[in-house]
């Protein structure tokens, strides 16, 4: 399991991966631009070479692009499709560029619409990015199903991935808090296995690509997307451990994006500590 933690770009995309290793990350989560405006970072193949060289030079063994918070790729609103399309596509190149293992996408919203139109909308915008970019697999990130946010069910992601044409590199990202207040109780190693045994039913664990690791603030089936620390929410330390322990999870990079003990993102100290958690998860199951 390659245990890690969202860090900025801020200087350079070689700059990430030296916060990576700062914070003892395995992984890391990065925006390929601000998460808060449409126009791209306008990065070039320098950049991406060093960014690869600092890889290759590091413990840091995955990359996860998180596209921006802007895209609503089932929006009625054409010109907010067209410019999530753009955007998202341009992420997907960007992954390619430095070997992304995925691009993490949120699937959209129906607002106030219906549901079952906005996931064809979305999955026309998803089919369309695959067409136009090449190699880095899009991961659809499961949603606390606050308003009307897509894919807080196994059942909406798996309507996702079909109006996307059930292309190949379409797969998922399992969050830990999101999970918890959509209303899957994963708060034990039993509980969580009952969850992804329902994941393979509907979706297909061959589809799953990476992970998020947050603890939650908010209860069981709230629907409130509120991250917590680790051990400091309604996961526990339970609830992490059996997470981190999980054996179908071997491999995959696990981000954390916590608020952290200042406020300023996970800490060198939340990650050290995630990784005592999965000893101690690893040894409560006996392996």
Not at 29 to 51: H, K, L
Not at 169 to 189: K, N
Not at 195 to 222: A, F, I, K, Y
Not at 232 to 247: I, T
Request: proline share 5%; with cysteine; net charge negative.
């Amino acid at each position: 399991m390659l245990i890690g933690a969202h860090v900025s770009p801020a200087g350079g995309l070689a700059k990430a991966v030296e916060r990576g290793v700062e914070r003892g990350c395995r992984a890391i989560q990065i925006f390929n631009q601000s998460p808060r405006m449409w126009r791209p970072t306008a990065y070039g193949e320098g950049d991406f070479a060093a960014f690869r060289a600092a890889m290759a030079d590091s413990p840091v063994e995955a990359v996860v692009i998180h596209a921006v918070y802007l895209l609503n790729c089932g929006s009625e609103d054409p010109d907010i499709r067209a410019k999530s399309l753009t955007s998202l596509t341009h992420s997907l190149r960007i992954g390619a560029a430095i070997g992304a293992a995925g691009v993490v996408l949120h699937p959209g919203s129906a607002l106030r619409g219906d549901p079952g139109a906005a996931i064809e909308r979305a999955g026309a915008v998803f089919g369309e990015a695959l067409a136009e970019s090449e190699s880095c697999p899009l991961h659809l990130e499961n949603t606390a199903g606050t308003g009307g946010t897509l894919g807080r069910s196994f059942e909406e992601l798996a309507g996702l991935i079909e109006a996307g044409g059930g292309d190949g590199r379409l797969g998922l990202c399992l969050d830990s808090c999101h999970l918890l207040a959509s209303g899957y109780d994963i708060r034990t190693a039993a509980g969580l296995e009952e969850t992804l045994e329902r994941c393979d039913d509907v979706v297909g664990l061959e589809r799953l690509g990476s992970l998020h690791l947050n603890d939650s603030q908010t209860p069981l089936g709230s629907n409130r997307d509120r991250h917590a620390n680790l051990g400091d929410g309604e996961l526990g330390e339970e609830g992490c451990m059996a997470f981190l322990s999980e054996p179908r999870f071997e491999g995959l990079p696990v981000v954390m994006e916590t608020p952290g003990p200042d406020k300023r993102g996970t800490s060198a100290g939340e990650v050290a500590y995630a990784f005592s958690l999965r000893e101690r998860g690893l040894a409560a199951r006996g392996i």
